[in-house]
């Protein structure tokens, strides 16, 4: 049965989808380099910025520039380029070219760094602690192992094949059922973490308090969003992948945009939590805005701080034998 999705269709309404995520993307690409670059309206030190994420959030932007920028070359070459001379169908079918294999790479590599920055933030959230990111690190490794699989097979087919010919199939549909099950694992196991802390949390706080909702209620709620933004997007991909359909080409340009977009809203929005919140005291503790603990100790009895201020990072100090205070981030 011929698939209703012809090439041209797949390439015309992934363009309209890429340009509609784009305006997404650059619009909350300003906000997380706000949230970055300054808090409660005042620009940060140098030393102060995490320059980390800030990296992170440019590489990624600048892979979506250069995805649409390629795409938009793809298009003009077989539609006005090569009329005449090739069909477009056909053109867009060869993908040993140069252009069409960078054009996959990206939304594998793209894809390859929403998840490990998303690995990164758990281990972090777990208190730089490898045994709960196992899994998710060998998963890690899978996909960056089927990435090269990927790349090379297309580097080296000799005819025009599709992107979801039979000879591709398994990589492609292994890839992104990794990428699923890794997006699922360790974003509950973010989720986890977190709600481990605000459950220690609720039992210091005053009943008063208790039924307020707390800092650490959104951000898991903003974690679960994101995560589930993403992997939604990619089980959408997996199934056309699967069905052999020619959908691949609309998905794949949106999920070169999706993941920057997921990344860039929990910056945003935890951001706001330390920007907007009013202070709240309970049991000792003062929370006034966004995330860091050491969720492996944090007990009734040695919790005496809980400072959220950024929205990107939460601090807890703690009294023991020797005070120590344990600083990680979420985004």
Known sequence: MADPLSLTLTQFTGMFVQAILFGILLVTFGFCLHALFSYRGRWKRWNNINWLMVFFTTLTFGLAVFDICLNFYLNLKAFVLLQGQMDPA?????????????????????????????????????????LPILVSLVLWLAATSITVWFIYLEVTMKNGLVISAKLLTPAITTFWAITITLNIITTALLVYCIWRVELNNKSLRSTYSRNRPSSLGKVIRY?????????????????????????????????????????????????????????????????????????????????????????????????????????????
């Open 90 to 130: 056909d053109a867009f079918s060869n993908t040993s070219k140069w252009n069409s294999v960078t054009k996959s790479a990206l939304v594998h590599i793209q894809a390859l760094l929403g998840d490990s920055m998303l690995v990164y933030r758990c281990w972090i959230v777990w208190n730089r602690s490898f």
């Open 223 to 331: 974690v679960i969003e994101s995560g589930l933004l993403y992997t939604l997007f990619s089980i959408m991909t997996f199934i056309t992948v699967v069905t052999g359909s020619n959908g691949p080409y609309i998905m794949g340009n949106a999920d070169v945009m999706i993941v920057p977009i997921a990344f860039n809203l929990i910056i945003i929005r935890t951001s706001r939590i330390a920007s907007h919140s009013e202070s709240t005291t309970f049991a000792g503790s003062r929370v006034s805005g966004a995330l860091a603990f050491n969720p492996m100790s944090l007990t009734k009895d040695n919790v005496t701080n809980v400072t959220i201020e950024e929205g990107v990072s939460v601090i807890v100090t703690r009294d023991t034998q020797i005070d120590s205070k344990f600083e990680t981030q979420l985004a």
